[in-house]
């Protein structure tokens, strides 16, 4: 069943809403609907995308029917000093939220993706639209909701909230509760800055600290433990050489 957007237009009546079967990546029309001065808040959702991009230009599987592919504009009155923590903010509002919609308890991993059980449920790709006037945010999220499987490349880093959960979730529900969550830690990061969103983000993942990971950069292989997150929410990290680097962008992942 597509998505009920009459049904979300009657739950959000003062959020522009607008929804596709299928395009390259909602990234493209929120891009072009910014510049066309859309208001903050306006999401853009598809059932289906043919071009599904990730970060590091990854691709981002996007089931026809089965996943949340949504693009929100942000227009906030963010100091640039917190952009690194608007990606920080969206993770800990897609835990709150599937938390909320399906009741399941999911970790975050710096700085973007969403796990349950250590398998990748949702992804976060935040763009800044400079050009546009006022300048916007685009937040992507995507979430693997009722995907039943996933190909074989993808299969034993990814996971969706039907396979955790057993039953299917309701794609409607979770965008609801998504776009509030969404309201409420962008309002806070606007209000109280960077530093309760870090905090709450160091609380709700387990691999700020003490963890063994990993992390690609510029095609060489840093290893050590990670150490908390800096003021400006990057990764700390304890490398086996024994030095201490701040980690500003590049995958992290679990050393096995
Ligand atoms: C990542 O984890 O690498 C980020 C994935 C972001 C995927 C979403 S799906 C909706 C939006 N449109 C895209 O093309 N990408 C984001």
Redesign the pocket.
């Known amino acids: 069943m597509p998505v009920d957007v009459t049904w979300l237009r009657s739950q959000m009546p003062d959020r522009r809403i607008e929804w596709h079967d299928v395009v390259d ?3 493209t029309e929120a891009s072009r609907l910014a510049e066309a001065a859309a208001p903050s808040g306006t999401v853009i959702g598809a059932e289906e ?1 043919s071009a ?4 590091h230009g ?1 691709s ?1 599987h ?1 089931e026809p029917g089965s996943g949340l ?3 929100i504009i942000l227009r906030r009155q963010f100091n640039p000093a917190t952009l690194p923590v608007v990606t920080l903010a969206l993770g800990l509002a897609a835990q709150e939220a599937i938390l909320k919609a399906t009741d399941l308890a999911c970790d975050l991993r710096w700085p ?2 969403v796990l349950i059980q250590s398998k990748k449920c949702a ?3 935040t763009q800044l639209e400079a050009s546009t006037h006022p300048s916007a945010i685009i937040a ?3 979430i693997n909701v009722n995907h039943s499987s996933f190909p074989v490349e993808l299969n034993a880093i990814a996971t969706s909230l039907r396979i955790a959960s057993g039953r299917m979730e309701s794609r409607e529900r979770l965008l609801v509760d998504l776009l509030a969550s969404i309201d409420t830690y962008c309002d806070l990061l606007e209000t109280e800055g960077r530093r309760p969103i870090i905090e709450m983000f160091a609380r709700a993942s387990s691999y700020v600290s003490g963890r063994r990971v990993y992390v690609d950069q510029d095609g060489s292989q840093l290893r050590g433990t990670t150490a908390g997150l800096n003021d400006s929410g990057f990764l700390l990290l304890r490398s086996d050489d024994g030095t201490n680097s701040v980690i500003v962008a590049g995958g992290v992942r679990p050393c096995s």
């Open positions: 990546s909602t990234m995308q599904g991009r990730g970060r990854r981002w996007s592919y949504v693009s973007n993706d992804g976060i790709l992507g999220i995507g």
